[in-house]
Each structure stands twice: as structure tokens, then as C-alpha cells.
């Protein structure tokens, strides 16, 4: 059923209720009802620890910055400094597609790591760390360079990687970055991407005035889009398309070069706001960048991105966007006209991580879908800021929500969707609720651009409109328990 605002508080109220009194006082300040008379946004707090005992679904700042910003550089070889654990769940689970020979110059789904032992907690890990890299150079000579990602032992007992990475960088003579990424540092991977970038602009750009590049007056990069399933891809088509060159795409099929030379491009165009902010920050106050966020979900969207991103550029760019947008438009209607009849109405909540909260919204409602509910892993206030007013009045608003309250949530919104993480995949699944895996795309993809919102629109309609979900009861319910908490199941 819709709720309004007084309905949708009273439910929020109700869920709270099971936490002891602190708790409860703390959750209740990153839970909001969008209210378009006043700004929500002011009203959410984010970027604060979780509340413990809540099953936060958040990752560490090793994740931000191993698994985010430096893991898709293709060419490097990312060094997981520590026990073997965080490297191995770190390797090839985010699709960040790439070009290349894996194991030849591209390395991003290897798994390289100096398998900390309890020895080397005791004695140190910084020989290890250097015999590691010896070795590296020697079996993967084509290599551009090497990150070293510390892991939570390696900040509490104090190991050099700075020093090692010094010495061993000009012992093989290439580009070594070592990362302070342990992941007990900062409240999730938000401090990690932040991390990440700063090393970035150390490490990589410091010297970028050096790096020769012959330059054209339409050269671009694309900033913070990791290739999933190969969104990057389709975002290059596009403004291929209208004109321009890009010159740079990182992290996702990034490569080391590509970032030395985006400091000498005329526009940085930042997909992933969270992640990669503070990089093109730098970039315009140190080279004088400008920097535009774009969206390419659905057509909205990306006729609203392709037009502010020509605005940057001549009359030519801006004339051969307009005849772009016309060609794209027989194909995205296309789409709508036979996709919309089967999603009209339909209800979705989205609980994702840096951005996709508020970027798929667009594609969504052209597909005349409603989001009832959205909510970030690890949003800072001004992603809150630039959600609001994407979202309708009643809507939903919580962020690092715990897996109690988005079950909760669910069984009251009842949504035809939800969009979130592998971690609640299967719970609402075994709930029967039709489920899509926003993180990585359920393994589909991409879903940026105009073949991306073909591929998206099928995903969602195949999902909602699948037979099996009336036929699906959750395990843990008998009959009697399964009557009062009616409808668990969709029908198609």
C-alpha cells in the first residue's frame, strides 16, 4: 500500500522500537521521510561509525581502496599486504571488465598478496613485503608499476611500506604506491576511496607536468567509472559520439599512463561522485580541470549529462550532441514502448553503495517505475543532498541501514524490486521478492548508456515478471506464521 508521511514515520517508529534506548535514539537520526516542504537532507546523518550489534552491511577502507579506486588499474600489480584473507575476497568479485592478457600486462582478477603468517606479525613484515616485490618483477616483467595495500596488521605493527616501496621502486626501476588503506581506519570504504585518491595525487599526478602528451581541444576523461560488466565502455561510445576524445578512463580498463596524462585534459567527467571526488578536486585547483558529474542510466538522464558535458565545449560538440541524441532517441523509445506496459507502477527500493541510489532513479521512472525506498551504505551528506530531490514526498530515506530494518522495511512497503547487495540477495529471495544485485549487475550488464538501458530494462522486466515468485515461501515460515505476514510472494 502507499503510505503518506505520517505513516511512513509511524513504521519507521516501529521498527525502532525492538533497539535498547541508545541505540534506538542513534538509528533514529539516519532514518528520515522525505518531506518536499523542507530539506530531508539536513535531517539524515551519515558518514558516522555503525551502531554495533546492528549487521552493518558496510566494507573497510581496504575495500575502498584495493577493491574500488586501485584494484581495475589493469596494468599494475596491487599488492595485498597482510593475511591472505582480504586479498583473496578482494579478487575478481566486482567485473570490472578490462582489455588485456591476464598474467601478461593486465592483472586485475590475480590475486597477489604477502600471506601474512603469525612470524611476521611478530617480526615484521617489511623483508617479506620486498622479497614479495622481487619476485613480482621477475614474473611479471611487463608490469607498469605496483600498489601496496595494507591490511588492518600491517598499521598495528607499524611496517615501513613506505620505505620498502622507495627502495624497491628504484631498485626495479618503476612506479610502486604504498597505500595507508588499513581496514580499521575511518567508519567504512569511504575512507578508503578518499586514501586511494590521495595517493593518487602523490604518487601519479606529482609528476604529470613531465609526462609528454600531444593534446587535442575535446580530449576528456572519464573519472570513478570501474567498467562493471562494461559500463565504461558504453559511457566511451557516447561521447565518441558526440565528438570527443577520451584520453583517460580510471579505474575500470585504467591504465597507469592514462592517469598521468589526465591532468593535461580540458574535462574531467566524474561518474562516481563518492569514490573520486577529492581527485578531480585537486586536478582543477592544481591544473585548472574543470569537472561535471553525468549520469547515463536511462534516457533522461543521459540526454541531461550529454547536454551539460557539451555546454563545456564549442557550437560543433553542442550541434553534433543534438544529432546524437535524435539517432539515440528511435532506439530508447523503442525500449520504453516495449518495456514500460510490463513495469508500469511497479514499486522499488534501493539500498547500494556510492551512487546508484540516487543515478538509477532516472531509468526507473522512464520505465514508469516508483522508488518507495532508497537508502546508502556509505553516503556522505551531500549524497543526501543531491538524493532529495530526486525522490517524491513520503519517500524513504535511510542510510547504513541494518539487515533487521530493510527486512522490516520490506514486508511493509511490499516493493514488486529491490536493488541492493549479494549480503541481502538470497534472505529476500528465500522471501520471495523479485531481486536484483546492483552492485555488480546480477552478472548482466553494463547498464549505462543507450545499449546499457536496453539490457537494464530486460533485466528488470525478466526479474519482476518471473512465474517464480508466487510459488516461493521463506523456509523459515510454517503455514500459520506464513498467513500473518501475507503477501511474502509477488505474483507475476
Request: with cysteine.
Amino acid at each position: 500500500m502507499d503510505m503518506n508521511k505520517e505513516q511512513m514515520q509511524a513504521l519507521v517508529d516501529e521498527v525502532l522500537e525492538v533497539y535498547p534506548d541508545v541505540a534506538r535514539e542513534e538509528r533514529a537520526k539516519h532514518i528520515v521521510v522525505n518531506d518536499e516542504s523542507q530539506d530531508s537532507s539536513k535531517c539524515i546523518s551519515s558518514n558516522r561509525k555503525a551502531t554495533p550489534g546492528t549487521m552493518t552491511i558496510r566494507g573497510c577502507a581496504y575495500a575502498g581502496s584495493k577493491g574500488v579506486v586501485w584494484g581495475p588499474v589493469k596494468d599494475m600489480i596491487h599488492i595485498s599486504h597482510g593475511p591472505i584473507g582480504c586479498g583473496q575476497y578482494s579478487r575478481a568479485g566486482r567485473r570490472n571488465y578490462y582489455k588485456g592478457t591476464t598474467g601478461v600486462d593486465s592483472f586485475c582478477t590475480m590475486d597477489f598478496t604477502t600471506d601474512f603468517q603469525e612470524r611476521d606479525i611478530v617480526f615484521g613484515g617489511d623483508k617479506k613485503l620486498a622479497g614479495a616485490i622481487e619476485e613480482i618483477e621477475q614474473l611479471f616483467p611487463l608490469s607498469k608499476g605496483l600498489s601496496v595495500q595494507s591490511e588492518c596488521p600491517v598499521g598495528l605493527i607499524g611496517d615501513d611500506i613506505e620505505a620498502v616501496a622507495k627502495t624497491q621502486s628504484a631498485a626495479i626501476g618503476k612506479k610502486i604506491v604504498p597505500v595507508r588503506c588499513e581496514g580499521f581506519r575511518g567508519v567504512s570504504q569511504s575512507l578508503g576511496h578518499h586514501i586511494a585518491n590521495d595517493t593518487i595525487r602523490d604518487y601519479v599526478l606529482n609528476d604529470a607536468d613531465e609526462k609528454e602528451f600531444e593534446t587535442t581541444d575535446y580530449d576528456v576523461a572519464i573519472i570513478g567509472d570501474y567498467n562493471i560488466g562494461g559500463d565504461a565502455w558504453s559511457s566511451r561510445i557516447i561521447l565518441e559520439d558526440m565528438g570527443l576524445r577520451v584520453v583517460a578512463q580510471w579505474s575500470g580498463d585504467g591504465t597507469l599512463p592514462e592517469m598521468e596524462h589526465t591532468p593535461k585534459v580540458k574535462l574531467n567527467l566524474v561518474h562516481c561522485y563518492r569514490s573520486m571526488n577529492y581527485i578531480v578536486r585537486y586536478m582543477e585547483e592544481k591544473h585548472g580541470i574543470p569537472w561535471v558529474e553525468y549520469n547515463l542510466f536511462g534516457p533522461t538522464k543521459i540526454m541531461e549529462s550529454m547536454r551539460k558535458i557539451a555546454s563545456y565545449f564549442d557550437e560543433k560538440i553542442q550541434k553534433q550532441t543534438e544529432e546524437v541524441i535524435a539517432r539515440y532517441s528511435e532506439q530508447w523509445d523503442a525500449v520504453i514502448a516495449k518495456y514500460r506496459p510490463r513495469l508500469e507502477n511497479k514499486k522499488v527500493m534501493l539500498y547500494v553503495g556510492g551512487l546508484r541510489p540516487r543515478h538509477v532513479i532516472g531509468a526507473y521512472e522512464d520505465l514508469g517505475m516508483d522508488i518507495v525506498g532508497a537508502g546508502y551504505e556509505f553516503a556522505h551528506n551531500d549524497d543526501y543532498q543531491k538524493t532529495t530531490p530526486m525522490i517524491k514526498d513520503a519517500t524513504l530515506l535511510f542510510d547504513d541501514a541494518a539487515t533487521y530494518e530493510l527486512e522490516e522495511f520490506v514486508k511493509a512497503l511490499q516493493p514488486d524490486l529491490i536493488g541492493s547487495g549479494v549480503k541481502e540477495k538470497y534472505v529476500f529471495h528465500k522471501m520471495g521478492y523479485p531481486f536484483r544485485q546492483m552492485h555488480s549487475w546480477d552478472y548482466s550488464g553494463p547498464y549505462h548508456g543507450v545499449d546499457g538501458f536496453a539490457i537494464f530494462a530486460r533485466d528488470m522486466d525478466m526479474t519482476i515478471n518471473n512465474p517464480c515468485w508466487s510459488n516461493i515461501k521463506a523456509p523459515w515460515l510454517d503455514n500459520s506464521a506464513a498467513s500473518d505476514n501475507e503477501p511474502m510472494a509477488k505474483s507475476a
